[in-house]
């Protein structure tokens, strides 16, 4: 079974001080990894989706990469605007428009 | 471009009541799904429709069913409502296989 595993569970930062949010998952046959970002009481809102081992995303502050294995959020000089949960998903098989997600790193970032 | 609308925001039910709720995609996206949030088990896949067929399903008992009309709009149906049926349940829309999902902004259902 398709099974997703994020770490941290929580993480507080500095503002302006970088890290990496992590995402491990086992899948028969990746169709997709997908990062969102959810604020308290809305919906999770898209952020990236990665196809393929190597394949790098970036928007603002925030890096996205994937390996066979895992991928990381990378947050570079975080602002407190970007404290949320972030949550990482995965789509398997052919057709299939489920996507399994991991329980989410919560991230505070402090001034 | 409208988002994904969801209605209503918020829901208090008593156990043993039926409740629906509303979904209504981006305009021109087919597939409608459909997630249920709580602190303990996070985001679970419930079902998921296109033009109208139900395509996938979660591990979800027969009381949770849903539904797609012709416009794409959907419904979900819980029936025999438990306490442990409190939760966010949030709809996405896609254009299809390949294609990224959007969420809406959820309806939060409480069942005292």
């Known amino acids: 079974e398709d099974q997703v595993t994020q770490s941290p569970e929580a993480l507080r930062l500095q503002e302006g001080e970088s890290s990496s949010l992590n995402c491990s998952y086992t899948v028969s046959g990746l169709r997709g990894l997908f990062w969102y970002r959810q604020d308290p009481g809305k919906g999770p809102e898209f952020l990236f989706t990665l196809y393929s081992a190597g394949e790098e995303k970036e928007k603002e502050r925030l890096k996205a990469t994937l390996t066979k294995k895992e991928s990381f959020l990378h947050i570079t000089a975080p602002k407190p605007e970007d404290s949320a949960t972030y949550l990482c998903?995965?789509?398997?098989?052919?057709?299939?428009?489920?996507?399994?997600f991991g329980q989410g790193t919560r991230l505070t970032i402090n001034p | 471009k409208a988002g994904v609308t969801q209605t209503p925001r918020y829901l208090i039910k008593t156990r043993g009541q039926q409740v629906t709720l509303s979904c209504s995609p981006i305009s021109g996206h087919r597939s409608v799904s459909w997630y249920q949030q709580t602190p303990g088990q996070g985001l679970q896949f419930l079902f998921e429709?296109?033009?109208?067929?139900?395509?996938n399903k979660g591990n979800f008992p027969g009381r949770f069913s849903g539904r797609q009309f012709s416009n794409s709009r959907s419904e979900m149906n819980v029936s025999t409502l438990e306490l442990g049926d409190s939760a966010l349940y949030l709809c996405?829309?896609?254009?299809?296989?390949?294609?990224?999902?959007?969420f809406g902004s959820g309806t939060r259902l409480t069942v005292v």
């Open positions: 996405a829309s896609s254009l299809g296989v390949g294609n990224g999902y959007t």
């Open positions: 429709y296109f033009s109208e067929t139900q395509r």
């Open positions: 998903a995965v789509q398997e098989g052919q057709g299939a428009q489920k996507l399994v």
